[in-house]
């Protein structure tokens, strides 16, 4: 297989992010419980991941997103994992689903601390199944590395995954970045590491950093034993300190401070995550992130992440998306539904009585609205066939909106029709036939047009 660049020679500015999304449980215990075996508490779930965060951040600033991992199929966890892609605006045609692997969780078990002080932990655990896959290009790996400009991934990936994903980036010539996930897999950095196949951005805190020996830090100097790990530029971050930056062939670290947060509402993806995809976007840019006028908009850029708001950032559960056969099964009986009261509106009952005629009229337009409705995300994705984003299936509440559209759209265009009948002229049966037809085709195409955009904007509305 070959890699390339999009059709008809345009350069393809998304972005590959490969890693693990996970639902994160977090279970807080009551004060005055430490030497209790039945802790009690409350639970609160959320999606995360590094891969997941900066996937958002991406998003958020104006990056085309699309996300490449594995889910255990048909679980509700994989539903609910998917639909938080899909609301926060990240492609998820790159999924892989497979039977025999775990759930991707993260569970952490705390309680609060007795004097007042920082939440203590007490058990931490992480299951990201993607590492668990042999991953091979046929699984789409290759396709999505060649339709992206830019290759992203954490180390919840295998050291073998990393560097098959290094491998394909080389052969596509892409930039490869990567940032630890945590410290009991940042070696993983190394392990996939070459001389002659670098990364062109590793990040990682600190702590990560020192224990794995790709920088030493003595007193307010930090030295990069450039035989571990082969990059183009490393980012350590420090906390409240900010975060120190390294171009190849530079003498010296450049310092990016930490943004003044204070008094302001928080994102809490964290600012290592925040910086991470500040310095990436930077790139994707085409810019020098070393440079001093860039480090600026880098910090700035930080700043917006911190401040902003994504699906990763609530404490509750997300919605859980219908079932693919529940959204069918209504599809099926909706065009069954518009092909019943078609017939009846064409029938000679229908042309020979108003009182059949109209409400069969409406119903046929309110029915293929939904049609239209359903069959519109097919429709996007096989006219877009090649691009990188997939839209995902209409759900039952699309096809609602299909359904009254449909229905508003035929009661504004049955005007004229009805101005006759009140001015007492009689419909004739071609205008009745005329009529019903007219409002099946009304329906369809406002369900095509017109039902997302109805959507949106009620989602929108609610949201504000």
Request: some cysteine.
């Amino acid at each position: 297989m070959s890699c390339g660049r999009a059709e008809g020679g345009r350069v393809s500015k998304s972005v590959l992010v490969v890693g693990a999304v996970l639902l994160d449980v977090v279970g807080t215990a009551g004060i005055g419980q430490e030497s209790s075996e039945d802790k009690i508490g409350n639970v609160s779930l959320g999606i995360g991941g590094v891969a997941f965060n900066i996937a958002v951040n991406l998003t958020n600033i104006g990056h085309d997103v699309e996300f490449f991992t594995c889910l255990k199929s048909g679980s509700p966890i994989s539903r609910i994992i998917k639909d938080s892609l899909v609301s926060s605006g990240i492609g998820i045609k790159y999924i892989l689903e497979r039977d025999y692997i775990s759930e991707a969780m993260f569970i952490q078990l705390k309680e609060p601390a007795s004097g007042g002080g920082p939440d203590r932990e007490f058990g931490v655990l992480t299951s990201s199944p993607i590492e668990e896959v042999a991953l091979t290009v046929d699984d789409g790996l290759l396709e999505a590395i060649s339709a992206a400009e830019m290759v992203i991934a954490d180390t919840n990936l295998s050291s073998g995954q990393i560097s098959l994903i290094k491998d394909l980036c080389r052969r596509c010539s892409r930039r490869f970045c990567i940032v630890s996930a945590s410290d009991a897999k940042s070696a993983r950095i190394i392990e996939a590491s070459s001389v002659e196949n670098g990364y062109h951005l590793v990040s990682m805190n600190e702590r990560e950093a020192e224990k794995i020996g790709i920088v030493s830090v003595s007193g307010i100097t930090i030295s990069l034993p450039t035989s571990l790990v082969t990059a183009d530029i490393v980012v350590v971050s420090r906390g409240e300190r900010g975060a120190l930056i390294h171009r190849r062939g530079e003498e010296f670290w450049k310092s990016i401070p930490a943004p003044d947060m204070r008094g302001r509402k928080v994102n809490p993806t964290g600012a290592g995550d925040a910086l991470f995809s500040a310095i990436c976007s930077c790139v994707i840019l085409g810019k020098e992130p070393t440079a001093r006028e860039e480090i600026q908009k880098i910090l700035e850029t930080v700043s917006r992440i911190l401040r902003s708001s994504g699906a990763n950032l609530s404490p509750v559960a997300p919605r859980i998306v219908e079932t693919k056969g529940a959204s069918v099964l209504l599809s099926v009986a909706v065009l069954l539904s518009g092909f019943a009261f078609l017939i009846l509106g064409l029938s000679p009952a229908g042309v020979h009585a108003l009182w059949v005629h109209w409400p069969s009229a409406l119903a046929t337009a309110a029915a293929f609205g939904g049609v239209g409705a359903s069959v519109r995300p097919v429709l996007a994705n096989t006219l877009r066939a090649g691009e990188a984003k997939e839209e995902a299936p209409a759900s039952n509440w699309t096809i609602f909106m299909g359904v009254m559209i449909g229905l508003l759209a035929a009661i504004v265009g049955s005007i004229p029709t009805i101005a006759e009948v009140i001015e007492g002229d009689s419909l004739s049966k071609t205008s009745m036939y005329v009529h019903v037809i007219l409002c099946m085709i009304i329906g369809s195409v406002s369900g095509l047009s017109l039902s997302e955009t109805g959507r949106r904007l009620v989602k929108r509305s609610v949201a504000q």
